[in-house]
């Protein structure tokens, strides 16, 4: 039954159905030639799935992202950026990493970042002679920061799987997100200094950050609204998702005034759009897993890697090189519905934090965001540079080896991730 069901997946992945549209037809498949359950109960486990309120935050969350980009967030965050960064070696550069950093703190989407701060800074980067392979892989690879910086959709979809605290995930990926940030532009800097690639920017006076710092606030303290919100019990991860529509909305109209009222009608088909895109994932997801629960996978699965090993530091070691795979092949947000409810209980048995277990999981599959053949990264970056896939891979080569370091240093080094929500414990 089992190989059936991941042959019948692999097939239909490699006709190239959509991925949602696989796992569904998959388990379907799997139903009607290996249970006596009515067909029916496809269509109750798939709405079961979505019938969540923790849920409800990932719409809110891509409404408040498209709103802030379209009101003018990200230009002033790349001011911002450019403000106390610009001077030095390859700035531009190490503005991209910081903004997008910043934007990550608002958009929750790996790839609304690239899109939202790439869209502006690799034109700019390959104008300045830095190279469009180089620029586009910058731009990629500094997206992953919006599923690891607080708030991430991926974070939201680990928290409703596993029974997870989300607010504790949001406060958890902090420290995570800035050594990232730490990593990436201590890279760009000595890669510039190599190239000789000098400060893009004249060094800004006291009073010009200040003004940059005015020019953002706004912007900046929407993190700081949400994560001050959710940590301080004020409200629900889900609640702090729609302060954060409502925010946007005051922001982009009536302070920044560059959101128009003319186009909230487009902005949100596109943000409904790509909720129901997730949405569907989550629903083929839920049936996927609800199989495999039914059939006792992910008990069978346990038992075999407790007698291979008794040791958490090859449990999780074993994870990281699954989800290295499957990251290459399943977009984020199913491989995190898929693989979660049967990773999970596992490492509870080996005495691992379910807040540690999910960063290892949502760093691992931000690192799918930038691997062929499916990173979405890669595709927004090659089309914003006008660039081949097969050029920006060999420019994501050392980004990927920093990302692998990373992954590895958040995995065996838990008190990165626990240290911060253990405060207010």
């Keep these: 039954m089992l190989t059936f069901l991941f042959i019948a997946l692999a097939i239909l992945l490699f006709i190239g159905l959509p991925v949602a549209f696989s796992i569904a037809c998959a388990s379907i498949i799997s139903i009607v030639f290996f249970s006596n359950l009515p067909l029916a109960i496809t269509v109750q486990k798939m709405f079961g799935a979505l019938d969540s309120f923790p849920l409800l935050a990932i719409p809110l969350f891509i409404l408040s992202g498209t709103l802030m980009a379209s009101g003018g967030i990200s230009k002033r965050l790349v001011n911002l950026a450019s403000a106390f960064i610009g001077h030095i070696s390859g700035g531009y550069a190490a503005v991209t990493i910081v903004s997008c950093m910043l934007f990550g703190a608002i958009s929750g989407s790996s790839a609304a970042t690239v899109a939202a701060i790439g869209g502006i800074l690799i034109p700019v980067m390959i104008s300045k002679n830095y190279g469009k392979r180089f620029s586009a892989s910058t731009g990629a690879a500094s997206g992953e920061l919006g599923s690891i910086i607080p708030p991430s959709i991926p974070m939201i979809l680990y928290g409703s ?161 699954l989800l290295l795979v499957v990251g290459m092949f399943f977009e984020a947000s199913a491989a995190i519905l898929v693989l979660a409810p049967i990773l999970f209980p596992i490492a509870l048995k080996f005495g691992i934090e379910p807040i540690h277990f999910g960063m290892v999981m949502v760093a691992n599959l931000a690192l799918g965001m930038i691997t062929p053949p499916v990173g979405v990264n890669l595709f927004i970056s090659c089309k914003i540079a006008n660039i081949s896939l097969e050029e920006i891979t060999i420019g994501m080569i050392p980004y990927l080896v920093l990302t692998i370091t990373f992954v590895l240093i958040i995995t065996y080094i838990p008190g990165l991730s626990l240290w911060l929500p253990s405060v207010g414990r």
């Design 161 to 321: 799987v596993t029974g997870t605290s989300v607010g504790a995930m949001f406060i958890a990926g902090v420290v995570p997100g800035i050594l990232l940030t730490i990593i990436l532009v201590v890279f760009v800097i000595i890669v510039s200094k190599r190239k000789g690639l000098i400060g893009d920017c004249k060094k800004s006076n006291w009073i010009e950050k200040l003004v940059a710092i005015k020019d953002s606030i706004l912007a900046v303290l929407m993190p700081v609204i949400i994560l001050g919100g959710i940590y301080s019990g004020t409200f629900t991860p889900t609640e702090a998702a729609a302060v954060a529509v409502a925010y946007a909305l005051i922001v982009g109209i009536f302070i920044y005034r560059e959101l128009k009222i003319k186009h909230l009608l487009s902005l949100f088909a596109d943000a409904a759009l790509t909720t129901a895109t997730i949405m569907i994932i989550i629903a083929a997801a839920g049936l996927f897993s609800w199989f495999l629960t039914i059939n006792m996978v992910p008990q069978k699965l346990a038992s075999a890697i407790v007698s291979f090993t008794d040791s958490p530091i090859v449990y999780l070691l074993i994870v990281n090189l």
